[in-house]
Each structure stands twice: as structure tokens, then as C-alpha cells.
């Protein structure tokens, strides 16, 4: 009785091919996680307020004002502070 070699190989083919996408997925997946990284850390987020954090201030300036806890004299000079 002979035994027949020639699809002996085929599972571990499937299982090859899948090791291979799932390795291939990990190495584009880790390029891309190494660029965003990069991307990221050249950005300085303390360098200065973007327009929604202003507006925000902003808001919280105004409606401080029209509380009555700060004069028009202070509001102006934060609202200079703020937008310079």
C-alpha cells in the first residue's frame, strides 16, 4: 500500500498562508503606529491655545462678566490676554 504524499501538505499551506497575513498585518500595522507616533511627537500642544480652547475661554470670560465677578476693566485685559 503506497500512501499518498501529494495532499499531505496542504493543511500546513492554509496554516502557512495565514501566519503570513497575520505577520504581514503586524509589520504594516506597527509602521503605521511608528508614524502617527512620530507625527504626534513633533507636535507641541503647550505652544499655544487653538481657536477652540479660546472660544471656550471666551465664553467662560463673558459669562464671568455678566455674573458680575469681574469689572470691565479686568474683562478687557483678559479678553487682550486671551487673544494675543
Same mark, same amino acid.
Given at each position: 500500500m503506497m500512501l499518498d504524499w501529494s495532499?499531505? =501538505?496542504? =493543511?500546513w499551506?492554509? +496554516?502557512g498562508g @495565514? +501566519?503570513?497575513l497575520i505577520f504581514w498585518c503586524a509589520i504594516i500595522g506597527? @509602521?503605521?503606529w511608528g508614524i502617527i507616533h512620530l507625527t504626534k511627537k513633533g507636535q507641541n500642544p503647550?505652544? =499655544?491655545s487653538t481657536a477652540t480652547e479660546k472660544?471656550?475661554?471666551?465664553?467662560?470670560?463673558?459669562?464671568r462678566y455678566a455674573k458680575g465677578e469681574?469689572?470691565?476693566a479686568e474683562f478687557d485685559q483678559m479678553k487682550k490676554d486671551l487673544l494675543s
Open positions: 495532499s499531505a =501538505g496542504w =493543511g499551506m492554509i +496554516f @495565514i +501566519f503570513m506597527v @509602521i503605521i503647550s505652544s =499655544g472660544t471656550h475661554y471666551m465664553d467662560v470670560l463673558k459669562e469681574i469689572t470691565k
